[in-house]
């Protein structure tokens, strides 16, 4: 395989969707490190596991997979958001008890299903039907060419869905990270927001999950708007470099992929690796510039 | 029902009654965070408007709770709580309080400039899926101009010094053209000459903006710079009328020494 392919009809549409889910992945981002809710994404997105167990328990395959994945990811956000609200529990506890809550539930209904084969009433939960055997590799890390030429136009219009969100509540959304409490006074209804960034942040890993996988895409989900921030003080700017950064992770670690060594390397990797040294160089660019003023 | 009840039995205070004009109106309000623990014991108070009222205290009082009680952050436990007639929430939605939060150190990293911070005052004015009319954007010019700082307007918040910042948060506050204008410990972190500008400052915008002004703090030269009225809350209303006749020595002699008990005019020691 060369480079050439890597552009051809069966290659192409990834990409264009791997491109689409980038975008909305780093304006996110910026959001994402500026409210500091990176540690609710990493607990989102563990919540993936589980919905990939209750998928394969449901024998659930195609788009009821990946919308028994996205409910369970929102039914831990809208978890994780009511139980960081209340003054109870600290919201880092709530989050760490759920990932791994989420991630026994995940492995047990994927293990129990194959004993609950024989079972009557199992078969009539799946109506017969058995999901194959769930690879956890691919969840874990992804594979961009699992995207089917269909989630092509979703990823295009999930990501026109979150950029347009952003850009309508630009003005809101910026305050509420800014300052939550003097927002909510000012008029700004931040509960709303609050889960809407949530809802948004769940639908985007459920799509990223077949590009990344579930680990991998925090990478998305924070490093363009880490990096971008280091960059630039202006928030404009900062967006504009999150989606360019993550742009140039994207699509740098797909032709790495296809052209480097035949197409031997899977691409999630090697897309985090050069998120991972562009957030350093921004490191780098921004100790020069703070040591010149 | 409210207005035979005065905060103090022995003390009349024409403030602790309720009138139609007041702006804020606190009705025997309790709270408490935990069951069986007051933070709050039956509180009534009556702000008219156009007053400026300060209330002091020592730390864990209850005074940031009475105030996020009047910011509709908290809802009381028991008792009322209404802002020119309206509950606070919907005061809130109708961008009739200004809130200048207490200085807290603004994340350095965080790409808003000055202008930027201070529209965020009109925000809830302009309303969600709309960009800001000429008449808000205006109201957020005026609001740097009036605090002296519309030369900083294109700078990184961040950059700025503690009391450039409150100055900032302050015009965030009157660019939403408030009627009642909310102080957290305004005077926290700055020095001295910097206190005198603010009190200069605050008085300049009460007559400029004919606001009702509510100022927290457990420092009493914040509270005497700039009040009419001074209030002492510890779990109960202790004090509550114009500070008249009071110094800032004996106000400052009387914090160091108890305030929570003490009246501080009419039956004083």
Known sequence: ?293 | MAEKHCCQQDHHSELAQHHSGDAVCVDHVSFSYVPGVRILESVTMHIPRGTRLGIVGPNGGGKSTLLKLILGLLRPGEGRISVFGRTPHQACAASMIGYVPQRHDVEIAFPLSVAQVVRQGIVGRTGMFRRAGADDRRAAAEALEQVGIADLAAKPVGDLSGGQQQRVFLARALAARPRLLVLDEPLVGIDEVGQAKFARLMDAVHRTYELTVLIVSHDLRAIVAGCDQVACLNRRLHFHDAPAGLTREVLAEVFNHNLAGVALQGEGP
Request: hydrophobic share 60%; aromatic share 8%; net charge positive.
């Open chain 1, 1 to 293: 395989m060369t480079i050439r392919d890597a552009f051809g009809p069966d290659f192409l549409p990834p990409l264009l969707a791997g491109m689409a889910l980038t975008a909305a992945c780093a304006l996110l981002s910026v959001v994402i490190v500026l409210k500091r809710l990176a540690f609710i994404g990493q607990g989102i997105t563990h919540a993936g596991f589980g919905g990939v167990g209750l998928a394969a328990f449901l024998a659930a395959t195609g788009w009821w997979r990946d919308l028994a994945i996205f409910l369970f990811c929102i039914g831990t956000a809208v978890v994780i958001a009511v139980l960081g609200r209340s003054r109870k529990v600290m919201i880092d506890t709530a989050i760490g008890i759920l990932l791994v809550a989420a991630m026994g539930v995940g492995f047990l209904l994927d293990q129990m299903r194959i004993h609950l084969r024989g079972e009557e009433w199992y078969r009539a939960l799946t109506a017969g039907r058995v999901a194959p055997p769930t690879q956890w590799d691919a969840v874990l890390f992804g594979n961009i060419l699992y995207l089917r030429s269909e989630d092509v136009w979703l990823a295009v219009g999930c990501a026109a869905v979150v950029a347009l969100t952003l850009a309508l509540l630009y003005k809101e959304i910026v305050f509420f990270a800014f300052d939550e409490t003097v927002s909510r006074v000012f008029g700004v209804r931040t509960g709303l927001l609050h889960y809407l960034l949530l809802i948004m942040i769940a639908a985007i890993i459920v799509l990223c999950m077949k590009l990344l996988g579930l680990i991998l895409v925090n990478a998305l989900l924070i490093i363009p708007g880490a990096a971008a921030l280091l960059v630039s003080r202006r928030l404009s700017t900062v967006l504009i470099a999150s989606v360019i950064l993550g742009e140039v992770g994207m699509v740098g670690g797909y032709l790495a992929a296809f052209g480097v060594w035949g197409g031997r390397l899977p691409v999630g990797p090697i897309v985090v690796l050069i998120l991972a040294l562009l957030f350093a160089a921004s490191i780098v660019l921004n100790r020069l510039r703070s040591a010149r003023t």
